[in-house]
């Protein structure tokens, strides 16, 4: 019987050892033995699937994947030491000197540096969309056209895409779909299942949901995730055991944590649509959200963050972040404690103020990480530094 989400979240563990321990242990081992020299020659000419080494696999990574997999319905995956790291991993592996990729404009900071900094040195070009015009990306598309790259929710502003469109043009054109799919989390949307063929996940988001560890991950067909692990492997970027064992143990939870953050949010963002300081608030679940239907019908919660304008331009919002008293300022998301992040001077800075505009940042944007305390402590502090 095929068990639900939430108890393989917990039971889908690494195998007993003779110690015949209940919580997963801690593999820290950078390497592994051999019974005999035939048993040596036979598991590095790949004929016996088990452990050589650490940079390889450890059990540890492997039950983190294999959970994440589950959640996703995907075949398999590669981890990484942090989301970045999968990013850039996976196209790496996937693309060569002289392809292109296609991507939405809308997409996180370090990933579009990526794009206009570093993969043009092996000549690999990005053309942009905007996500308000999918049915532009059929013009975009080039003979040397290999990837379709989006992130949905887009970060910051919450913007939603047509998953299963997407799919279609992806499968029509013989590209590589790829989503970014952090903001929704393994538990709210499974991208897959419209025809994307790989997903990434920053794990140091939600998955941990603690602020504690970094890590990353790729997932989707096996063939793809298999050129993605020999890439992985032979780089040299490997997710750390301890990460790996922080992120196993937090997925066990995930599904409790996302509940309570996406109650909290859903109220959060209608006492920020209430308040006369506010020009405006973007949540997918929210009914004022543009995109309000598609978010309804391809996740099952909106997630856990809110953008919004404070009334006031810069200084406004400069103003408002000084007077929060118990709400973190940090450019992390998905912790347990609330965050406040300003994109324009935070994780966007680099993008020109022309870009920034493009895709909706605005000098007086907020982007909030809503925590796990309770949701009158949250309002109150967000209304005393309004």
């Keep these: 019987m095929i068990k639900k989400l939430e108890t393989n ?14 919580s997963t242990p801690l593999h820290l081992t950078s390497s592994f033995v051999f019974e005999d020299a035939e048993d040596m020659r036979a598991s590095f000419a790949e004929e016996k699937k088990r452990n050589i080494y650490t940079r390889f696999t450890n059990p540890n990574t492997s039950e983190f994947i294999h959970k994440v997999a589950d959640m996703e319905r995907a075949e398999y995956g590669v981890s990484f030491a942090t989301g970045m790291g999968a990013i850039f991993g996976t ?7 002289g392809d292109h990729v296609v991507s939405a404009r809308s997409i996180f900071g370090s990933t579009h540096t990526l794009f206009t900094e570093y993969l043009l040195k092996w000549n690999i070009e990005t053309s942009y969309f905007q996500i308000e015009e999918p049915e532009s990306i059929k013009s975009l598309i080039q003979p040397n056209t290999k990837i379709l790259y989006v992130q949905s929710p887009t970060n910051p502003g919450i913007d939603l895409l047509d998953l299963k469109l997407l799919g279609k043009i992806a499968k029509k054109h013989n590209l590589i779909l790829i989503i970014d799919n952090c903001f929704a989390t393994p538990y709210l949307q499974q991208p897959i299942k419209y025809c994307v063929d790989l997903e990434i996940h920053s794990a140091t988001k939600l998955i941990d949901g603690q602020g504690r560890v970094l890590g990353g991950v790729t997932l989707g067909n096996s063939e793809l995730i298999g050129k993605i692990y020999l890439f992985g492997r032979n780089s040299g970027s490997a997710l750390s055991l301890f990460n790996a064992w922080i992120l196993s143990k ?23 649509e209430s308040h006369p300081k506010i020009n405006w608030v973007k949540y997918p679940f929210s009914k004022s959200h543009p995109q309000y239907k598609l978010a309804k019908k391809q996740m099952s919660q909106g997630g856990s ?22 709400l973190s300022l940090s450019s992390n998301l998905g912790d347990s404690g609330s965050i406040v ?28 990480s809503v925590g796990l305390e309770h949701k009158e402590d949250i309002q109150n502090d967000l209304k005393k530094a309004l």
Excluded: W
Aim: glycine share 6%.
């Design 9 to 22: 979240a917990i039971r889908l563990q690494m195998e007993r050892s003779q110690y015949f321990e209940h």
């Design 91 to 97: 196209f790496a592996a996937l693309l060569n000197a």
């Design 305 to 326: 963050i809110i953008t919004f304008e404070v009334k006031g331009g810069l200084e406004a919002g400069r103003d408002f972040l000084n007077d929060l008293v118990m």
């Design 250 to 272: 937090s997925i066990e939870t995930l599904t409790v944590r996302v509940d309570r953050h996406c109650q909290t949010v859903l109220a959060t963002a209608e006492f920020l």
């Design 341 to 368: 992040t300003h994109p324009a001077s935070t994780t966007h800075r680099k993008l020109s103020e022309a870009d920034r505009l493009e895709v909706g940042i605005t000098d007086g944007m907020i982007r909030l």
